[in-house]
T-cell receptor
Framework: GAVVSQHPSWVICKSGTSVKIECRSL??????MFWYRQFPKQSLMLMAT?????????EQGVEKDKFLINHASLTLSTLTVTSAHPEDSSFYIC???????????FGNGTRLTVT | GQQLNQSPQSMFIQEGEDVSMNCTSS?????WLWYKQDPGEGPVLLIA?????ELTSNGRLTAQFGITRKDSFLNISASIPSDVGIYFC???????????FGGGTRLMVKP
């Protein structure tokens, strides 16, 4: 079945630095990928829709200059958290639709801790 | 973004008991999905429902797509300790589109 790989699984960084998270579709092509954020004991909230070859679409309240998304190929989308702050600490999860009418499949998430 | 109303928020049950959880929405969805999330991992798809009224089973799990397309339920029969986790419902407008998630149901099973 469709597999989505996310890397790294966890990262600790200092405040002010930038962190890049990768999301890959392993056995299918994804023109669209979705980035979610999940705070402890909360549900997944959509941050942005990543579109291959064009600009990402951001949800209301998500700063596009802070959360840079690049969908450079049909199998890779990256999320870069720029100038990270402790309040950006969260669980970031990407997802992609599989072939045809296949539902969304999720990566294993990236736990970001900003100190 | 919009969230679906999922209940209950948490359940603490005895091993062997049946479990039922549901989601309701003010909007119509074309697809209802149920996911399970273990700590520190991404959600894993359990059941996908594509038609209003559809009833689908996956082992001890059964889910139904409400006839109004605004609700869905998930039942787990004869619960076991490994059923512990957070269960999320999700609605999807069109295939390939983003999901709207419920708030989650945290299930705890006492051996």
């Amino acid at each position: 079945g469709a597999v989505v790989s996310q890397h790294p699984s966890w990262v600790i960084c200092k405040s002010g630095t930038s962190v890049k998270i990768e999301c890959r579709s392993l056995d299918f092509q994804a023109t669209t990928m979705f980035w979610y954020r999940q705070f402890p004991k909360q549900s997944l909230m959509l941050m942005a829709t990543s579109n291959e070859g064009s600009k990402a679409t951001y949800e209301q309240g998500v700063e596009k200059d802070k959360f840079l998304i690049n969908h450079a190929s049909l199998t890779l989308s990256t999320l870069t958290v720029t100038s990270a702050h402790p309040e950006d600490s969260s669980f970031y999860i990407c997802s992609a639709p599989g072939q045809g009418n296949s539902p969304l499949h999720f990566g294993n998430g990236t736990r970001l801790t900003v100190t | 973004g919009q969230q679906l109303n999922q209940s209950p928020q948490s359940m603490f049950i005895q091993e062997g008991e049946d479990v039922s959880m549901n989601c309701t929405s003010s909007s119509i969805f074309n697809t209802w999905l149920w996911y399970k999330q273990d700590p520190g991992e991404g959600p894993v798809l359990l059941i996908a429902l594509y038609k209003a009224g559809e009833l689908t089973s996956n082992g001890r799990l059964t889910a139904q797509f409400g006839i109004t397309r605004k609700d869905s339920f998930l039942n787990i029969s004869a619960s076991i300790p490994s059923d512990v986790g957070i269960y999320f419902c999700a609605g999807q407008g069109n295939a390939g589109n983003m999901l709207t998630f419920g708030g989650g149901t945290r299930l705890m099973v006492k051996p």
